[in-house]
């Protein structure tokens, strides 16, 4: 049993509702009891689909659990099918389904479909969300896609777009582009927006583009062993990633490298003066594996930020992401609990965040502010506009983002000189957002509040040295702005509690000051 | 005040036959409730003993994520629990054990049991008396199924009350209990008029606080705000306690009959009567006039939801003139609904339970000006030209007595005028 509160991800047949809710022609008979439905409002809702996910809920009660439950099963695929008349169905039970062990394959089988009914099988109490939306496309391309003549022209897949996916709406014209301009024609985009009768045709292409991990990459191995169709390993995100990746996709194909970087305003924009302030800003960066990567080498090498931590919430990613965090120094934290991840940030103070949803709201409760940079999503996160993360637009668009949250250069400084105004001071937060970081609401000690209200002296259990601050020295730390206080207060303790002192004075934290100093 | 209500119908629909319907429900759990019921009950935690899917139900169903630590959480279930491997007893304990230490503010806490809890048969009443004990006298510990295989939506809110009922200390005092968990705003207001007629002390069902607990008993009148408190009213007429039945306090006219029936019961005048409600009344009449302006002779079609529906109907269809095509609603118990029903003109389908695409037929070919509905069907719906009002948000925002009528009428005419309003198309 494991206490949680808030979850990055679903349960894995909320990763299969992703698959299917992409495709057209496709149907999910799920074995599931009343309430399950609410899935079909993550859709709806949070991504504005103006369609009901084609999902069939069984929707058993307590009365049927006593009787025989499989007949609601068949009833309910045979309604389905009939009234929408897919080209394939998955067929799969969700957790509480998991349980009555009524077997939705076997079912589906007895009823002599004309159509594919795909089993699926995903273990409800063991694994999540992303492992779902990767386990059932693979499943379908298993059953659908069978090994086919290559087209006479360079073609390729992409593959792992899904239904609620973080920008992959936009990405799907960003990367098509890219293959344009090399001369590479789109076989399949799948599981979004493909047709079961798409997918059928997967074999076709030359080689597949692999866009997310995440959600595909069991179904790229498959088709590399089945069909022999290699695929990228680079996602691009970025300027340098999505320059890599244009060399390995001309690799695979066998074309020049050919990239159309005239509408690419992001290298300059960082190198302009305005952003000379965002130098050795410390970031930390959660999220999905993926994003999580690719971020961090924007951030560190196409920014001039500072890494100062990064984590994934999915365990598949883990590996990847240790030997990544090695690179960058630093220690990659892998947990899907999110009150972890707080924990993290608070100890690491970091002046800004790249997140997750769930990162923006723990940066609002510590005053830090927080780009979004991956799943789970948000309303926000489907903007009206073209928004992609990958490509060059995707480069552009990442730089925008990233900077709105912060301060300004010179309202920076400006915050540093006066301030003590009585309107355009720390608490504020930046200006440009036009509302104050909110404190936490509830009984939970929030560092920054110990840090400004309290009357106890400010300590701090740094290893095995307690360090205590003075009077005049937490006065003075008060005057930092709030942006950079974090940081500051951190810098003091850890060149106090190096050198063993154990009381920090003013001397102390300037002394510190001046030995952090860049 | 001297102007009537529209005279009953000769004909109501409380002898309507009902289309039962047994197919997909596209509804929320009874988990749903604990969004608004851990924010009611400040000293309460809620903990989900479920799956990963509730825990992203909970997180996923208000459409917002409560950020301030919420006090509710789930005991995600897994593997090790299923194989009995883990003694899920013990392990509920450690868990609880967890939570409390971490919570030293929590005075009550609820168990609530799930779908995967409530299939593999794990006692979470036995669980509950085991830790009230341990915890004694500083938390008590109750436990409801909010679970989905035996509820709808605000059924979890019935079944939490419904708990909290036979724990409730015994008087024989003759005293008011109003039921249910309201907006505070709302219940200050209930309280106000009702305290105006000389009635009192007044007790509400759950109390904000378990130190602010009172005792019930054959003395004991209660009344019922929300209508789906179906198992709580049977709940507190075993312990003796005596229902008094009028329609639900939505609108002026739901309002005041609520009021006068509570008011008969304790010998109110009829002077006095009028002198409390008089003002409240000409006010809620005059700002249901306004906010129904545009829905005045339209037809509106109920999914169900929330069991709001039938007091809805009677509202929209009394009060602001529309014509009620269909009104679903999860389960009808006709005890606690009959006021309503009688009220409610001969017409409407009258549907319980669900099979949501033969609905959706009905519904495209009866082509509503207005269709009440959850949110996985409001945006299809919109698409499909039809306009919607999403059903949580009468869950979710104050729309009880005078003072809320006119917000009331105001959430279903809002989508209307909103479809009037938007011009996208070039001028010429």
Known sequence: ???????????????????????????????????????????????????????????????????????????????????????????????????????????????????????????????????????????????????????????????????????????????????????????????????????????????????????????????????GQPHTRTVPIGVGATRDFVAEVAKLAGVEPVLDDSRLRMPWYSASVDSTYLTGKRVFLFGDGTHVAACARIARDEMGFEVVGMGCYNREQARMLRSLAKDYGVEALITDDYLEVERRIEELAPEMILGTQMERHIGKRLGIPCAVISAPVHVQDFPARYSPQMGIEGANVIFDTWVHPLVMGLEEHLLTMFREDFEFHDEAGASHHGHKAKLREMGIKDSLKTETDSAEPLQTNLGPVEIVWLPAAEKELKKIPFFVRGKAKRNTETFASERGVSEISVDTLYEAKAHYAR | MTEQFTPPPARGCASTPVLKERGQHEVFCGL??????????????????????????????????????????????????????????????????????????????????SCPSEVIKLDLAKAAERMSAQFAPNVRVLSYSGSGIETTFTQGEDACLAAMAPVLPHTEARELLLVGALPDVVEEQAVGLIEAMGIGPIRVLPASRVNDEYGIGPNTLYALTQPFLTDTHEALQRRGAQHIAAPFPFGEEGTTQWLRAIADQFDVSEAKFAEVTDAPRARARKAVAQASEAIKGKSVFFFPDSQLEIPLARFLTRECG???????????????????????????????????????????????????????????????????????????????????????????????????????????
Not at chain 2, 328 to 350: C, Q, R, T, Y
């Open chain 2, 32 to 113: 749903t409730g604990i969004i608004w019921l851990h924010r009611k009950m400040q000293d309460a935690f809620f903990l989900v003993v479920g799956s990963r899917t509730c825990a992203h139900l909970l997180q996923s169903a208000a459409g917002v994520m409560i950020f301030a630590e919420p006090r509710f959480a789930t005991a995600i279930l897994e593997e090790t629990d299923l194989a009995g491997m883990a003694d899920a007893q013990q392990e509920l304990d450690r868990v609880v054990s967890e939570l409390l230490a971490r919570r030293p503010d929590i005075k009550q806490l609820f168990l609530v049991g």
């Open chain 2, 322 to 428: 529309m014509d009620a095509v269909e009104v679903g609603a999860p389960f009808i118990h006709k005890a606690v609904m009959s006021s309503d029903l009688n009220l409610l003109s001969e017409g409407p389908v009258i549907a319980e339970g669900q099979d949501v695409d033969r609905q959706l037929d009905r519904c495209r070919a009866a082509r509503p000006d207005l269709t009440v509905c959850g949110l996985g069907l409001a945006n299809p719906l919109e698409a499909e030209g039809l306009t919607t009002k999403w059903a949580i948000e009468l869950v979710f925002t104050p729309v009880h007595f005078f003072e809320q009528a006119g917000d009331l009428a105001g959430l279903f005419s809002r989508p209307v005028r909103r479809r009037a309003l938007l011009k996208l198309e070039a001028a010429e």
């Open chain 1, 1 to 227: 049993m494991k206490l949680t509160v808030w979850t990055y991800e679903g349960p894995p047949h909320v990763g299969a509702m992703r698959v299917a809710t992409g495709m057209k022609g496709m149907h999910y008979v799920l074995h599931a009891p009343q309430g399950d439905t609410y899935a079909d409002l993550l859709f709806t809702m949070i991504e504005r689909r103006n369609h009901r996910p084609p999902v069939t809920y069984t929707t058993f009660q307590a009365r049927d659990l006593g009787a025989d439950t499989a007949y609601l099963f068949k009833d309910a695929a045979t309604a389905a099918y009939e009234r929408f008349k897919p080209e394939a169905m998955i067929v799969g039970a969700s957790c509480t389904a998991e349980l009555i062990q009524d077997d939705p394959g076997g079912l589906a089988e007895t009823l002599g479909l004309p159509i594919p009914a795909i089993p699926l099988e995903l273990p409800s109490y063991q694994r999540k969300e992303n492992f779902g939306a990767d386990e059932t496309f693979f499943q379908i391309v298993r059953a659908l896609a069978k090994p086919m003549e290559k087209t006479a022209h360079v073609t390729a897949n992409l593959i792992g777009p899904t239904g609620l996916g973080f920008r992959h709406r936009d990405d799907i014209v960003e990367v098509t582009g890219l293959l344009m301009d090399m001369g590479i024609e789109v076989n399949v985009v799948a599981p979004m927006p493909a047709t079961p009768s798409e997918i059928a045709k997967l074999g076709q292409a030359h080689f597949n583009v692999l866009m997310y991990p995440e959600t595909a990459e069991t179904a790229a191995r498959y088709m590399e062993r089945a069909f």
